[in-house]
């Protein structure tokens, strides 16, 4: 069994800053990527930063300069510095990996999710 815990969610003025982070743990051989979508109300679930095995990442086109993805020395931990922070960056963020397990088997994993609100 896989779990993704995320934490760092919260309430910030627009201009702030928040940290996500986003554990990974159990059954787990390898993780092929972890991204951070978001989702807010009425819309649907978009992509907001990537991280492949290989270490290269990618972001929208909505948070290049502003957001940064990175991980822990293990892999198994990524973050999402979240700086200048928007009314619109408002949403629920998932944790998603798409990972290997020890039996060989392919798994995508979803977080509960964390929720982010920036007011005005």
């Known amino acids: 069994q896989v779990q993704l815990v995320e934490s760092g969610g919260g309430l910030v003025q627009s201009g702030g800053s928040l940290r996500l982070s986003c554990a990974a743990s159990?059954?787990?051989?390898?993780?092929?990527?972890m991204d951070w979508y978001r989702q807010a109300p009425g819309k649907e679930r978009e992509l907001v930063a990537g991280f492949t095995s290989d270490g290269s990442t990618n972001y929208a086109d909505f948070v290049k300069g502003r957001f940064t993805i990175s991980r822990d020395n293990a892999e198994t931990t990524v973050y999402l510095q979240m700086n200048s922070l928007k009314p619109e960056d408002t949403a629920v963020y998932y944790c998603f990996a798409n990972l290997l397990t020890m039996s060989l088997r392919h798994v995508d994993s979803w977080g509960q999710g964390t929720q982010v609100t920036v007011s005005s």
């Open positions: 159990g059954n787990i051989f390898r993780i092929n990527r």
